[in-house]
C-alpha cells in the first residue's frame, strides 16, 4: 500500500494498492458472483448514468453483511486514518473527518463498453473510490474526471482515491469491457 496526499488541484488522497493480494482476490470473486445481478443505474432512476451497471451492497446483503467479503475488507480505512491525514510532510484536512464520520454505503459499479457517469457532487463529506480491471487491460477511458478542474488522478486497478464529496466528478466514457469501481460515501450524522 502506498499512500499519497496531494493539495493540486484540491486536497485528496490517492492509495496505490489498496487491498491486499488476499483480499482483491476474494473482492474478484465477489465482483464476479455479483456481475449477473448488476443494474442498469438508467432504470434504478439515475439519469447521470448512460449504460452503467450497479448495486448497492448495503442493501443486497441487508440481512448479514458478513456475508460479503467488500463490505468487511473495506473497513480498513478505519484503522488506516492516522497515515491518511498526513503522509510524506503533506497533510490532507479532510481525512480529519473520516474519523468523524458515523455511517457510510457502499455500490459496486461496472462500466460496459460505451458507458459513462456525467459530472456530479455526491451527497456525502468524504467520497472514495477504488478501481478494479483484469490485466492486462481491456478498455480505453473510463477516466474519474473532477470537471472543475480538467483534472483526471493517475489510478491503476487497485486504486482508491478519497476526496471531498462537493468536488464534480465524472467517468469518462468506457471503450471496451472490464472497469468496475466500489465507490464508497461517508457520512456524518446522515
Not at 15 to 34: C, G, V
Not at 111 to 121: R, W
Request: no cysteine; net charge negative; glycine share 4%.
Amino acid at each position: 500500500m502506498r499512500i499519497i496526499n496531494l493539495t493540486a488541484p484540491f486536497n485528496h488522497t490517492i492509495i496505490y494498492d489498496y487491498y491486499s493480494p488476499r483480499d482483491e482476490s476474494l473482492i474478484w470473486n465477489e465482483l464476479n458472483e455479483l456481475s449477473p445481478i448488476l443494474a442498469d443505474k438508467t432504470t434504478t432512476g439515475d439519469p447521470r448514468s448512460s449504460g452503467m451497471l450497479g448495486l448497492n451492497l448495503d442493501n443486497f446483503y441487508q440481512e448479514d453483511r458478513t456475508k460479503s467479503h467488500i463490505l468487511q475488507a473495506n473497513r480498513l480505512i478505519y484503522s488506516i486514518t492516522d497515515e491518511l491525514k498526513k503522509q510524506n510532510m503533506v497533510e490532507n484536512p479532510f481525512m480529519k473527518y473520516l474519523d468523524m464520520t458515523n455511517d457510510d454505503l457502499t455500490q459496486l459499479n461496472y462500466y460496459p463498453d460505451g458507458s459513462s457517469y456525467a459530472h456530479h457532487a455526491d451527497h456525502a463529506t468524504i467520497s472514495a473510490v477504488t478501481t478494479f480491471w483484469k490485466t492486462p487491460k481491456e478498455f480505453t477511458g473510463g477516466e474519474l474526471k473532477f470537471t472543475e478542474y480538467d483534472y483526471s488522478p493517475h489510478m491503476d486497478n487497485n486504486t482508491t482515491i478519497l476526496f471531498p464529496s462537493f468536488e464534480q466528478h465524472e467517468v469518462t466514457k468506457v471503450i471496451g469491457k472490464g472497469r468496475f469501481s466500489l465507490n464508497q460515501f461517508y457520512f456524518i450524522n446522515r
